[in-house]
């Protein structure tokens, strides 16, 4: 055997190749070890910046992070508009705002507040196409039911739908009435599309009425806790129902002001706010689970929505009119309303009856915009000394994002009104029967 053979041998004898194997299964271990340890502290710190290393690294996929149905809108941060969307959905022209929402018009000189945009964690919100939404909701109804934090919002939606109209002055209310914050229920219709999309003042959800015969002379109102508000027949038939309460649900507006809760035709005098809040979303589930069609009735419960009173609160001399950026100190910032957990347990209890219900989280977003609220940037004829705003947001604003994500979480479920799809399967099988038609013919 000469050299060479033996050196061709040598490579192919069992104890090398076992070397060579050994050696490429040790690092092939090791790199799945280092990937493996890397996923479980990037899920362990669950922060967004822990995220942008493993992106650039290739380590997860930036394809597998854009999924709609499973980007949580909820996290992330709010950054500077940039030249491609520095462009405004709406302004304060247009003319379903309440005037107490269009700050600048009132007197705000700054306009830094319009400059930003939201930006989850690991995924972008789509951009809100009002052609589609509208399109989508085709003979349907789009429901707020709510407290005024919730016209905030149905409001923001009227603008941003709105723009993909036309000859705005087509759409009207559907009874006359003005746009104002003195009105309780307003409708308006998009008579293209055949669309309502409406909002119902309701601040507690369940009914709020006189107390039992006999009661203590400082019970001046009741919340039935148990009793849903009587408005709710209104409702039934919606497509998207969109409820948010909680501004109300605290002792201030309640016992201190003569209110108290009522259970099983009882006054109960020693049942606190938050306890009351958990019942009547109990209440507000059993009746969602009887009267709405789970196949039709897109759900949702909009989170707590941050206030920003600083040095004092709301009656005691609060102010937010010298904010005009995003919080950039965390530690400024206050925890999770406790109203968020009772709102969670309860679409958690439900979604295995009504799957089309959604927790609408925008509370964490807000809480970073201490700019938003109108401040002292009132209406016109409100008094000089009365309090600030710092509770509702100016428009545009901050409700535009929260619209944003609930047409996102829309697309994620396939959304369109069940006329709609009617609609599609009797054009489909139009089309099938002309294919067929045409086909015989032929």
Sequence with gaps: MDHQQQQLFSLCSVPYVFNIKKHFFVSLFSLSL??????????????????????????????????????????????????????????????????????????????????????????????????????????????????????????????????????????????????????????????????????????????????????????????????????????????????????????????????????????????????????????????????LDPDKSYLFFRSYSPVHYRNGTWNLGGLCDAETGPETDKRRMEPDAAHNRYIYEAIEEMKYQHSKVKFLNITYLTEFRKDGHPSRYREGGTPVDAPQDCSHWCLPGVPDTWNEILYAQLLSMNYRTKFNLQDQEMDQKQVQREGITKHRLV
């Excluded at 705000?108 to 930003?116: A, I, P």
């Excluded at 669309?195 to 959800?205: A, D, I, K, M, S």
Aim: proline letters at 4%; glycine letters at 6%; charged letters at 25%.
């Design 34 to 291: 280092l990937i493996f340890s890397t996923l479980v502290i990037f899920n362990l710190v669950g922060s967004s910046s822990s995220l942008e290393p493993l992106l650039r690294f290739g380590l997860l996929s930036p394809s597998s992070q854009n999924s709609t149905k499973d980007c949580d809108y909820s996290k992330g941060r709010w950054v500077r508009r940039t030249s491609s969307s520095s462009s405004l959905i709406y302004g304060e022209e247009c003319r379903f705002l309440d005037s107490g929402f269009r700050c600048r018009k009132n007197g705000r000189k700054d306009s830094d507040y319009l400059n930003w945009r939201w930006q989850p964690h690991g995924c972008d919100l789509p951009r809100f196409n009002a052609s589609d939404f509208l399109e989508r909701s085709r003979n349907g109804r789009i429901v707020f039911v709510g407290d005024s934090i919730g016209r905030n919002q149905w409001e923001s939606l009227m603008c941003m739908l709105s723009q993909a109209v036309p000859n705005k002055s087509e759409i009207y209310e559907v009874y006359g009435s003005p746009i104002t914050k003195h009105k309780g229920f307003l409708s308006m219709r998009f008579p293209q599309q055949n669309l309502t999309v409406e909002y119902h003042r309701t601040p507690f959800l369940v009914v709020i009425g006189r107390p039992p015969e006999h009661s203590p002379q400082e019970i001046k109102t009741t919340v039935r806790v148990d009793e849903f508000n009587w408005q709710s027949k209104r409702w039934v038939d919606s497509d998207v129902l969109v409820f948010n309460s909680g501004h109300w649900w605290n002792e201030e507006k309640t016992v201190l002001a003569g209110t108290y809760f009522e259970e099983g035709r009882k006054v109960n005098k020693t049942m606190g706010a938050m306890e009351a809040f958990g019942k009547s979303l109990r209440t507000w589930k059993s009746w969602v689970l009887q009267r």
